[in-house]
């Protein structure tokens, strides 16, 4: 059967090739999110195909996309929707918002206020939005691809650390190599439309049911005791770290752990290996640890003190 979930995740990665060029172990981690059941946060310039990847996911998974501009004026009601009356039925009606879709694109979500922050997190967070007192079960799957600038800090709301927490991964967006931005210009000139994507030819590679089947073998994967004490060992570094304000939680635990199963799975294997958890280590504890001014002083990043652990920390044989 992991055999199967491999090939799966072998075709979306070539329906992908399609239209996406110079982000393929970006779009890769994307989709161990998605077959974890986990939110990214994407932090990178704007043009970096951060909405083609989006749009490009929701395709191969059969799923609905939405995609939600965020901004200092934006509501709660935007966002999960509203009560609506009707004067012919004499009662009020849900208006869906955006939220009510698969993959949802939370352009620049550090522009909006903590309030309206605040409403997605509850999406995030129990895939279910209450209105007027009243919840209401959010389609599944549901996935957030939030954006933010690393750049321009002027008029944007920093995440608080508790909804920093519940992205399973922080993804830098960086620009493309000479050679594969050489290849975007290409196939714009030959008439490549990123808002056209049905006419490229991407392809439906699995469903909401089959992505459910995929999650639950993802769970029988084997995970021996001495990969249970790596991903402690290192949530341990982290909190005794000098450098650091704010360690590892046990949720970071928890995705490090969820994450290296879905990633070994989608390799085609049935157990963990120790390079699976330091592969996604940087990607699962970037935005959930606080370096300490002196150390931000000096020039460290939150990837050079990720770095530094890993070196530390004893790598089960």
Known sequence: MENIIQTAFEKIKQEAQKVIVGQAELFELVVVSLFTGGHVLLEGVPGTAKTLIAKTLAMVVSGDFSRIQFTPDLMPSDIVGTSVYDSTSNQFNLKHGPVFTNVLLADEINRTPAKTQSALLECMEERQVSIDGIRHELPQPFMVLATQNPIEYEGTYP?????????????KVDYPGPEAETQILMNYHQGFNATRLDAVGVESVIDSTSLQEYRDVIQTVTVEESIFNYIVNLAEASRK???????????ASIALLLASKTYAAL???????????????????RHRILLKPDAEIEGLTPDDVIDRLLAEVEIPR
């Open 159 to 171: 995440l608080p650390e508790a909804q920093l927490d519940r992205f399973l991964f922080k993804l």
């Open 267 to 285: 390799q085609g294997r049935d157990y963990i290996l120790p390079d699976d958890v330091k592969y996604l280590a940087p990607h699962v504890y």
């Open 241 to 251: 770290s000098n450098e650091l304000v704010l360690g590892g939680s046990p949720r």
